[in-house]
């Protein structure tokens, strides 16, 4: 019997997403190579974080002065394309890989897809509210947390079914969480910077792929109900 290959098991649209994160960080390394771009290469992140990236500047255009061109709109989703860092591409590849491959297979392929965007849109535009200053929200956290969402509703599902303590399934997050607060402590101190405000994304794309499982688990919002009656 010839053996499965490892990325058979992986969903399609999985796989599109962390080769499309994969391929644009690849762009920037060799621009700063040199190997593409010519001396322009170098500024190829920057020039992409100013044309794709979000800013509460963004929301103000869209709110304010009913600027709902494609520049303005295509932000709410193109940012997560786009990263500052190695660290921040390989966790965003890895964790979009693991948790892109159970949320597909427990909610459906295109539902991947669905949770990404969405909690990219909704993860946007709550910074854009409560964000202040200019910083720019770049990077795959804020969609990565919308799975972790799924992936806990999920979960909790699960646990439910079994018989144990449902809060176990919120481990993840707050682990995360708790990471995140570390290593933000820690630049502050070493590096004198001010903490970034992405958490605020990070943090309503996990509410957002959360609350959008309600919907797309098997059953949908009848099957909610019906669990929230029986344990009222």
């Not at 309503?204 to 688990?217: E, P, Y």
Request: hydrophobic share 55%.
């Amino acid at each position: 019997m010839k053996p499965e290959h490892p990325l058979n098991t992986i969903p399609p649209m999985v796989i599109v997403l962390t080769l499309i994160i994969l391929g644009i960080e690849a762009v920037f390394q060799l621009a700063n190579a040199g190997f593409i771009g010519g001396p322009r290469g170098v500024g190829w992140r920057f020039a992409a974080i100013e044309s794709y990236g979000f800013s509460p500047a963004v929301l103000d255009r869209v709110l304010i002065n009913s600027d709902y061109s494609f520049d303005i709109l295509k932000r709410f989703v193109t940012y997560p394309f786009i990263n500052v860092e190695m660290t921040q591409v390989a966790f965003c590849a890895a964790l979009t890989l693991a948790l892109g491959k159970f949320v597909a297979e427990y909610y459906g392929g295109l539902k991947v897809l669905f949770v990404y965007l969405l909690s990219s849109v909704i993860g946007a535009t709550v910074f854009g509210v409560f964000a202040t200053g200019t910083f720019p929200l770049v990077g795959g956290f804020t969609p990565v947390y919308g799975l972790i969402g799924a992936y806990t509703y999920a979960l909790w599902l699960r646990l439910g079914q079994a018989g144990e303590n449902q809060l176990l399934a919120f481990r993840l997050i707050g682990v995360l969480l708790l990471i995140q607060l570390i290593f933000g402590v820690i630049s502050g101190l070493t590096m004198q910077v001010p903490p970034s405000p992405s958490w605020i994304a990070e943090l309503a794309g996990f509410f957002s792929g959360l609350a959008a499982s309600t919907l797309l688990a098997p059953g949908g919002w009848s099957a909610f109900v019906a669990r929230m009656r029986q344990r009222s």
